[in-house]
């Protein structure tokens, strides 16, 4: 069965480094999305993609984030100087359509800690 | 601006007994809900999806939810829970464009008790 995979599973940074956060989204989909949840908090929305161009994003995707798809197959996020808060859960997801036609379907998360 | 409040971060149940994991939504305009399952060390997964057709939607693992917009929920039920259902359940909420992201929330942690 077609999966959304992501890695690493678990990260340790120091603050102020720059990390990557990898996912393969499912080959035939084409909307992008990444979401985060800081324990103990809501999963919140940072990002969706689509036709290789940033489609919607929160106000928590600020100028320390950016997105990519940098071949057929991969889709990341960078954050480019880590903060202690963006120690979170983040999980990749994405869909073959709009979500009112299908389902959006989730990687199984990369811890980021940042220390 | 839509959002989501599940009631209980932790519902602890006994094998056998009903599931009843409660969601409440704020929308401005006409809901798409759902609810998603985490198991541990997994990612999230589909249990089910409301899309204004029946307000009764079943799912998969036995569970089923109803819309009811004059209470503005859409709570998660299961007759009779399995120690397999033990997981995190979120409910979220998006619009009927289907362009806006799924907006979650906090979740809810399901223990089942032998």
């Known amino acids: 069965e077609p999966e959304v995979t992501q890695t690493p599973s678990h990260q340790v940074t120091q603050m102020g480094q720059e990390v990557i956060l990898r996912c393969v989204p499912i080959?035939?989909?084409?909307?992008f999305y990444w979401y985060r949840q800081i324990l103990g908090q809501k999963v919140e929305f940072l990002v969706s993609f689509y036709n290789n161009e940033i489609s919607e994003k929160s106000e928590i995707f600020d100028d320390q984030f950016s997105v990519e798809r940098p071949d057929g197959s991969n889709f990341t996020l960078k954050i480019r100087s880590t903060k202690l808060e963006d120690s979170a859960m983040y999980f990749c997801?994405?869909?073959?359509?709009?979500?009112?036609?299908?389902?959006?379907?989730f990687g199984q998360g990369t811890r980021l800690t940042v220390v | 601006a839509q959002s989501v409040t599940q009631l209980g971060s932790h519902v602890s149940v006994s094998e056998g007994a009903l599931v009843l994991l409660r969601c409440n939504y704020s929308?401005?305009?006409?809901?798409?809900l759902f609810w998603y399952v985490q198991y541990p060390n997994q990612g999230l997964q589909l249990l089910l999806k409301y899309t204004s057709a029946a307000t009764l939607v079943k799912g998969i693992n036995g569970f089923e939810a109803e819309f009811k917009k004059s209470e503005t929920s859409f709570h998660l039920t299961k007759p009779s829970a399995h120690m397999s259902d033990a997981a995190e359940y979120f409910c979220?909420?998006?619009?009927?464009?289907?362009?806006?992201?799924?907006?979650f929330g906090k979740g809810t942690r399901l223990s089942v008790i032998a």
């Open positions: 997801a994405s869909s073959e359509l709009l979500l009112r036609d299908t389902e959006a379907f």
């Open positions: 929308s401005s305009v006409p809901p798409y």
């Open positions: 080959s035939n989909h084409l909307y």
């Open positions: 979220a909420v998006s619009d009927h464009s289907g362009n806006t992201p799924l907006v």
